[in-house]
């Protein structure tokens, strides 16, 4: 059973920074694409950042230039500076393995809050 530990949320003031993790461990398998998404309350899941194996990285618009994806074996970082009260939500690792005989996993979720 795959498991994705997640963490790096809280509460931080307009203009700040984060950096949120996620550690995949359990059943083996080779991974295609690790991704970020966010739930803001009243909303649908969104997409933020997501990176393949090979390094290729794409961001939603609101958030190019400010955030950054990256990945070191099966852990993905998501680096968000100059943070916003719009990006207050809360934010879902996922991954997503090469293989279609293995479903995408999700992680718990961490609560980012941007306030003054």
């Known amino acids: 059973q795959v498991q994705l530990v997640e963490s790096g949320g809280g509460l931080v003031q307009p203009g700040g920074s984060l950096r949120l993790s996620c550690a995949a461990s359990?059943?083996?398998?080779?991974?295609?694409?690790m991704a970020w998404y966010r739930q803001a309350p009243g909303k649908q899941r969104e997409l933020v950042a997501s990176i393949t194996a090979s390094g290729r990285a794409n961001y939603a618009d609101s958030v190019k230039g400010r955030f950054t994806i990256t990945r070191a074996g099966r852990t993905v970082y998501l680096q968000m500076d100059s943070l916003k009260p719009e990006d207050t939500a809360v934010y879902y690792c996922n991954v997503r393995p090469s293989s279609n005989d293995y479903p995408a996993y999700w992680g718990q979720g961490t609560q980012v809050t941007v306030s003054s």
């Open positions: 359990g059943s083996i398998f080779s991974i295609y694409a």
